[in-house]
């Protein structure tokens, strides 16, 4: 959330956060090195390119299941949140160590010889798996991932546009993989590498089985819920002022309609779409900070009647009208333009929530 | 959101805490992330500790790449650059990814002396040569290179078509399906292909490969070079050099994917 772009909006959790990779790549690729020397003293050692190739390779799917699985570690839990928080640097980070060790590659595998070091290495036999070629297109899409990272792109490109091409980091996922199996560990008669690849391909799979499968479960649940309480006017009964803590949300699904997000806070709700302009953040996880939403992924906030970002801030997101009958909440599921006022609904609070 | 609104007073409600980055994170949440970062350092050593004692020895080739030697013997050419000593026969090749036939053209069948440096693995021994470094020696008693057949009928041999010079020890390991790009890009450099056979002694000097009549490797051939194959050769020997000769239609792959037997015909290519 920024009022003009900079390279990297440095705080103390970030520097926290891309210091420890730093550490952990660099702890990773010595203790790889070191331990290889420890374990094949010569004549049996292993060519230190090589070493690095490896070292390099193997850092790097590691960093890339760790990215895989902090996306829906953090929809299941909201305490894997400061994994989320700078992802991007994880992932920029985790370019750079694949792109060391595709240079490596070229430098050492395609290099010294009568072709150019590039085409060496892509150039695979007819009629054979062209493995290393697998491993080209996935960087490239990393590195397109990388260069598009930043604020900046997300705002140009449009939320979409930039989640649907970084949503291309499963196909490079696939394309790694085969890019392992199909490369390095084939024929292998050691099946450790094998099975620690399974494992962490299996932990992927089941952590984005496990949460699609529980936010189909609560849009069915919303929608059933839904249906039978809709009125003729057209406001639609969500859920009562009773299912709201204290400056949280509810989360509601509205049938043909975006998630709404109903917010509590000072004895009035507010109702705004659930979808954060920044990445798209669940802003119903989210928490009124200072009489702000604050969305969880990234602290983008909005205020609750209006869906303004405090100045100098200036992104917008959707509100919606919202009433309070009894105890029960509606609000009219046509989205009102980003940004619009909307006067929030006031309850009478049970005698034990007036702490709120 | 700048740090200067960072001080977020009202994120400290410890029943209902949310993690804001430029915000201080709550007790819960640094809690989390250490026990993660404790989890994560133990995986990463596992991993680490795991991949490395599992991977395979490359074997006990040397380059000795910072001791230059010379050499004296008969140079030839045919059927790959050699040089005949009276203790035995080395294999000459260039620096990087290059076959040494253009340096040696000149002084091919002559006495000569030459600087390079050794690699050597299994008793097989090579000389990458230093350029421009051969002097002829004038009349010396020359040993005429020969082909001696050993065997009149092909026999059956299972094992991995290398490059010789990464095998010997350029690169180490110099052979597996990971080194595979450097292996045909060594080959078609005109560097010698050589026969590890699965199950060789450690002492069974590498045989060099004469795949259709020529040391160097048929194009078809290259999508064999680093996977385990089987094919019929013929034993033979250039002095103290092991030979096979081998038809290529009669190499195919070892094993699949999963370890199990397939063969593949081999198409003949036009050129």
């Known amino acids: 959330m920024s009022s003009s772009y900079r390279t990297v909006q440095w705080n103390a959790h970030k520097k926290i956060y891309d210091l420890t990779i730093a550490l952990a790549v660099t702890g990773f690729i010595v203790g790889f090195v070191?331990?290889?020397?420890?374990?094949?003293?010569?004549?049996?050692?292993?060519?230190?390119?090589?070493?690095?190739?490896?070292?390099?390779?193997?850092?790097?799917?590691?960093?890339?299941?760790?990215?895989?699985?902090?996306?829906?570690?953090?929809?299941?839990?909201?305490?894997?949140?400061?994994?989320?928080?700078?992802?991007?640097?994880?992932?920029?980070?985790?370019?750079?160590?694949?792109?060391?060790?595709?240079?490596?590659?070229?430098?050492?595998?395609?290099?010294?010889?009568?072709?150019?070091?590039?085409?060496?290495?892509?150039?695979?036999?007819?009629?054979?798996?062209?493995?290393?070629?697998?491993?080209?297109?996935?960087?490239?899409?990393?590195?397109?991932?990388?260069?598009?990272?930043?604020?900046?792109?997300?705002?140009?490109?449009?939320?979409?546009?930039?989640?649907?091409?970084?949503?291309?980091?499963?196909?490079?996922?696939?394309?790694?993989?085969?890019?392992?199996?199909?490369?390095?560990?084939?024929?292998?008669?050691?099946?450790?590498?094998?099975?620690?690849?399974?494992?962490?391909?299996?932990?992927?799979?089941?952590?984005?089985?496990?949460?699609?499968?529980?936010?189909?479960?609560?849009?069915?649940?919303?929608?059933?819920?839904?249906?039978?309480?809709?009125?003729?006017?057209?406001?639609?009964?969500?859920?009562?002022?009773?299912?709201?803590?204290?400056?949280?949300?509810?989360?509601?699904?509205?049938?043909?309609?975006e998630r709404v997000a109903v917010f509590r806070h000072n004895d009035a709700l507010s109702a705004i779409t659930n979808i954060c302009a920044h990445q798209g953040g669940p802003l119903g996880e989210g928490k009124i900070i200072d009489g702000c939403v604050t969305c969880p992924w990234h602290g983008y906030q909005y205020k609750p009647e209006c869906g303004q970002s405090p100045p100098p801030y200036t992104e917008k997101i959707a509100t919606y009208d919202i009433r309070v009958e009894g105890r029960r909440v509606l609000i009219n599921p046509s989205p009102n333009p980003p940004g619009t006022h909307t006067e929030p609904a006031s309850f009478e609070p049970w005698p034990e929530d007036q702490h709120d | 959101m700048t740090d200067s609104q960072a001080s977020g007073p009202n994120n400290t409600n410890r029943s209902d805490p949310l993690y804001v980055g430029y915000m201080p994170a709550p007790d819960e949440h640094r809690r989390a992330?250490?026990?993660?970062?404790?989890?994560?350092?133990?995986?990463?050593?596992?991993?680490?500790?795991?991949?490395?004692?599992?991977?395979?020895?490359?074997?006990?080739?040397?380059?000795?790449?910072?001791?230059?030697?010379?050499?004296?013997?008969?140079?030839?050419?045919?059927?790959?650059?050699?040089?005949?000593?009276?203790?035995?026969?080395?294999?000459?090749?260039?620096?990087?990814?290059?076959?040494?036939?253009?340096?040696?053209?000149?002084?091919?069948?002559?006495?000569?002396?030459?600087?390079?440096?050794?690699?050597?693995?299994?008793?097989?021994?090579?000389?990458?040569?230093?350029?421009?470094?051969?002097?002829?020696?004038?009349?010396?008693?020359?040993?005429?290179?020969?082909?001696?057949?050993?065997?009149i009928e092909p026999i059956d041999f299972t094992g991995e078509i290398i490059d010789g010079k990464c095998y010997l020890g350029a690169m180490k390991p110099g052979n597996g399906f990971a080194h595979r790009a450097c292996a045909v890009l060594c080959l078609r450099g005109g560097l010698p292909a050589m026969f590890a056979e699965d199950d060789a002694s450690p002492d069974e000097p590498l045989p060099l490969l004469i795949v259709d009549g020529s040391t160097q490797v048929p194009e078809h051939v290259m999508q064999y070079i680093a996977t385990r194959v089987q094919m019929k050769a013929r034993r033979a020997s250039v002095g103290t050099l092991p030979v096979l000769i081998v038809d290529s239609s009669t190499i195919e792959r070892a094993n699949d994917f999963f370890g199990n037997p397939k063969t593949i015909v081999i198409e003949q290519s036009e050129d």
């Open chain 2, 33 to 151: 992330v250490k026990r993660t970062l404790i989890l994560l350092a133990a995986w990463l050593s596992f991993c680490a500790f795991t991949l490395v004692l599992t991977m395979p020895s490359p074997g006990e080739g040397v380059w000795e790449n910072s001791n230059e030697r010379v050499w004296e013997g008969f140079l030839t050419n045919d059927p790959y650059p050699m040089l005949l000593t009276p203790e035995e026969t080395l294999l000459v090749v260039s620096m990087g990814k290059h076959g040494a036939h253009d340096q040696i053209d000149e002084f091919a069948n002559s006495h000569v002396s030459l600087r390079g440096y050794e690699l050597r693995r299994q008793g097989r021994r090579m000389i990458e040569m230093v350029p421009d470094s051969i002097t002829p020696l004038g009349e010396a008693p020359s040993p005429q290179p020969t082909l001696s057949m050993l065997d």
């Open chain 1, 34 to 257: 070191i331990l290889s020397r420890i374990f094949f003293p010569s004549p049996e050692q292993i060519s230190t390119p090589i070493l690095l190739i490896r070292a390099c390779g193997i850092c790097a799917i590691l960093m890339l299941h760790l990215i895989l699985i902090i996306g829906p570690l953090a929809r299941l839990t909201p305490l894997a949140a400061p994994l989320l928080y700078n992802r991007r640097h994880l992932g920029v980070s985790f370019f750079s160590v694949a792109l060391i060790h595709a240079l490596l590659v070229v430098g050492f595998y395609g290099g010294f010889g009568v072709q150019n070091p590039l085409l060496a290495v892509l150039d695979a036999p007819d009629g054979s798996v062209p493995f290393e070629f697998f491993g080209f297109l996935a960087l490239i899409i990393f590195g397109l991932m990388a260069a598009t990272s930043h604020d900046f792109w997300l705002a140009n490109l449009g939320h979409a546009w930039w989640k649907a091409m970084h949503m291309m980091v499963y196909l490079a996922y696939i394309l790694v993989l085969a890019h392992v199996l199909f490369g390095p560990l084939r024929a292998d008669s050691n099946v450790i590498p094998i099975v620690l690849i399974s494992i962490g391909a299996a932990v992927v799979l089941s952590l984005h089985i496990l949460t699609g499968t529980r936010e189909v479960l609560r849009d069915f649940r919303d929608h059933a819920h839904c249906a039978q309480e809709n009125d003729q006017s057209g406001w639609v009964d969500v859920c009562s002022v009773d299912d709201i803590p204290p400056d949280r949300a509810k989360i509601v699904q509205i049938e043909n309609h």
